[in-house]
């Protein structure tokens, strides 16, 4: 192997170790990990401890959806944080750091094609979408996630990089028509306007902070160091998941009744629910 190496036969891989060691060497994006790490646990136990007395089948499917958002962020980061996760990626021609190899966290995008479901399908259900709705929501919201990925691991041309991100682009336009023109009509007709109408807020602001980022950040255009992007998404994160679920469930503690009586639900997509 010694001698491959030295004939430059094999390519230089990193093994776990290194990236782990690099990933530990930077404080500023170590740390940008293990903070989500601590606040996904405390989140878990919070949430539980918050749900523990729901009855309703719909508020506690909302309540199973809710939590899956922080027991998959806690999975994500201890992927990335132990190197399970990351590779050094060296990038194509064209790309602002041509030919170097750069510290890419794909763990992420990976896992977002679990968690965004999760906090869509909390949404919808709060929204009182039907099955048709939800199923678009979500298979579209999968697919942005998986050919952002896809734009993460492309080293063979800098062009279809960003071809994948215009495909991820485009179905995420899927998830914001979902989220701002039918739901939030649903959420009228539901009753829960109000609390949906934060949400989606909240929901859509920081969510459009993803793409932007991943165009800065040093998988893109390379303007933004590979920490500080991670602050970036570390940080959208807190807010997207953490206060997200943190808000949604406390609602529906509190208006367990409300969603227990809501009429539409998803086997009213058979009658134009
Ligand atoms: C990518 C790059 C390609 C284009 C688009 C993206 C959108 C990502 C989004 C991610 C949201 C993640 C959340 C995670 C919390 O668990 C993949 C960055 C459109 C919207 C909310």
Known sequence: ???????????????????????????????????????????????VYMG?????????????????????SISSYTGLVSGLTVSFLEMPAGHAL??????TPWGRYLTWALSTPM??????????????????AVTADIGMCVTGLAAALTTSSYLLRWVWYVISCAFFVVVLYVLLAEWAEDAEVAGTAEIFNTLKLLTVVLWLG????????????????????????????????????????????????????????????SRGG
């Open 1 to 47: 192997a010694a001698d491959a190496l030295a004939s430059g036969t094999v390519p230089l891989e990193m093994t776990q170790t290194q990236i782990f060691e690099a990933i530990q060497g930077d404080t500023l994006l170590a740390s940008s990990l293990w903070i989500n790490i601590a606040l996904a646990g405390l989140s878990i136990l919070l949430f």
């Open 52 to 72: 523990r007395n729901l009855e309703d089948p719909r508020a506690q499917l909302i309540f199973v959806a809710t939590l899956m958002v922080p027991l998959v």
């Open 98 to 103: 041509a030919g170097q190899e750069v510290l």
């Open 119 to 136: 906090i869509l399908v909390a949404l919808g259900l709060l929204a009182g979408s039907n099955a048709t709705k939800l199923f678009t």
């Open 210 to 269: 993803y793409p932007i980022f991943w165009a800065l950040g040093a998988e893109g255009l390379a303007v933004l160091d590979v920490a500080v992007t991670s602050w970036a998404y570390s940080g959208m994160d807190i807010v997207a998941k953490y206060l997200f679920a943190f808000l949604l469930l406390r609602w529906v503690v509190d208006n367990e009744r409300t969603v227990a009586g809501m009429a539409a639900g998803l086997g009213a997509a």
